[in-house]
Each structure stands twice: as structure tokens, then as C-alpha cells.
């Protein structure tokens, strides 16, 4: 799978229309997380590094509007090369959500499952890290299911989207290894230690 920008060209395009480092620091953990599940799922690292890395990246511009998201970004990734594939799999995180009509769509393939669920994580995990003083480093898998469990923690977290790491042949406690791993390689970016 051909890509059409270098990564920093993606980080550049990225920042054009993203400026909250927040969001940055979701965009990045989420690259992390989806080249990581990638790899362990014997799929193109590069390329779903990139669909995590890309997959909000109208979100700085339509968060004002929420129902509006993911409605500039077809537009935005096809003016620098991306393809239709990457575009309907980088849409699809968006299934099941009010935005960009989406919501009466299901997300089917391992593809949409390994984007959602890797970009999901993301927050459980982040949140998880700052309660602990923004540390990382000796997470445990343990910790993170005590906190999944409580849905009062990370409320804004969809549970049931990360529950779809099943779908991918990998048990709740796989995929949380796996991303509190891929996290930990760049906690020094994300301002975690």
C-alpha cells in the first residue's frame, strides 16, 4: 500500500489543520497504537501508523460542530493523494457516531476494527497515565481493566469500541499490553514518563 506523504508531510498537514496539543497527543498515541496492532497482526505498520496518525484530521476544524466531523476529511486527505480506500477506512472510526451520517453504519472488517479500537484506547490509557502522575513507564495491564471497568473513569471513552480488539482474534488483556507498550515507546512526545 502506497502512501502519498512522508510522515513528517503528515504531521505538517496534520498541524495545518490542528493546533490543540491535546489533540496532538491523541493523534500521535493513536499512530502508535494502530502500527503497533498492526504488526502483531501481520498488516502494513506504515500504512496504519498513518490512518491513526490522520484519523481526525478535520477534527480541529469542525469540533464546533461535531456533526460536521469527518466531513472535510475526504476532501483534505484526496487534494494530497490518498486514495478512496484509506479515506472510507479512515471514515469508518466514525461509524456509529452522529457525524458525517454516520451513524446507522457498522464497522465489519479487521481493517475499520484495528483503526477504532487503536484510537480509542488511547484515552482509557492517557487518562489512566495522568492519574498516576503522568507515568507510564511501569503501567500494567491490571490497572488499566480496573479503570475500563469503572465507567464513571474516562466516561467519554467508548468501552464497547474498544471491546471490538475481539473482533481482531485478541483478548481485552492482548490489546492493552499492546498498547500500554506502543504508548510507553513514545511517552517522552506525549508528555508522559
Known sequence: MILPLTRNQALELLKK??????????????????????????????????????????WGI????????????????KEVGFDEEFIELLISHGYGFDCANLLDKKRTEKKQFILACGETVTGLIHAYALMRGKKISDMEVKGVIK???DKTFAAGVEREIILECEKLGLTLEEFFEIAIEAIKEIKNEVGLN
Not at 498515541?29 to 497482526?41: G, P
Open 17 to 58: 489543520y490542528n493546533s490543540d496539543k491535546r489533540d496532538l497527543i491523541h493523534y500521535l498515541e493513536s499512530e502508535a497504537v494502530c502500527r503497533a496492532l498492526a504488526e502483531r497482526l501481520g498488516e502494513d505498520k506504515e500504512y496504519f501508523g498513518m490512518l491513526g496518525l490522520l484519523h481526525d484530521i478535520d
Open 62 to 77: 469542525t469540533k464546533d460542530n461535531v456533526k460536521t466531523h469527518l466531513t472535510k476529511a475526504p476532501e483534505i486527505l
Open 147 to 149: 479503570k475500563f471497568k
